[in-house]
């Protein structure tokens, strides 16, 4: 029987540093496919469609929605976001890792579908960071960055729910505390399946 991949999840609040540490480990991981989310929201300057996101229109992502191509979907700050359930699917099946790099109400959805996730949030070092982060990186008008600010209050709440946390001070050792932890549970996952498939006499 073909090995099914490991789905992984990356989640946290908005400005955790999620989209960074996800590149920086996609860069030095060959084996783990990024899942292409779908949003409603524009595409910002420096964004590829397609490879950042697949832009589609409210009335496109509402019938993906009818039609259950989503695999799990959440409105955040008036766009939705979601992960077409398709591509992912055909990975696993395949026996490929694949990471979801998407906001908690996401996560949490995905834990109930497929309880065997591995779910990683990465917490921030302290509000007043991620707050500088928000507004450093220039993206967000204010009354976004108050908004996001006041949605990773309830996201902390949630952290707990998560398969592990791993504080995002400093991206080089927290890149190499994901990447550590991925290969743990890949570990574990590829010891469980020698044990099923020990012969004994
Ligand atoms: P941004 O607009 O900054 O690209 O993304 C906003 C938030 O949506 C981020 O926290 C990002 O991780 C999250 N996000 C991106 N794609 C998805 C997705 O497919 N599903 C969910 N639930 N959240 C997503």
Known sequence: MQKKGILFVLSGPSGTGKGTVCKALLEKERELYL???????????GEIPGETYHYVTFDRFESMIANGEMLEYAKYNGNYYGTPGES???LLNEGKDVMLEIEPQG???VKKIFPEAV????VPPSMRVLKERLVN???ETAEE???RLETTRWELT?????TTQIVNDNLEVCVHEVMAYLNKKRAEQEMIAALINEKLD
Do not use: H, N, P
């Open 137 to 139: 990186r220039g993206r």
């Open 88 to 90: 992912v699917r055909k």
């Open 107 to 109: 996560a949490l959805q």
């Open 35 to 45: 899942s292409v989310s779908a949003t409603t929201r524009e595409c910002r300057i």
């Open 145 to 147: 960055i108050a908004q």
């Open 158 to 162: 949630q952290a707990d729910k998560y």
């Open 119 to 122: 779910l990683i949030f990465l």
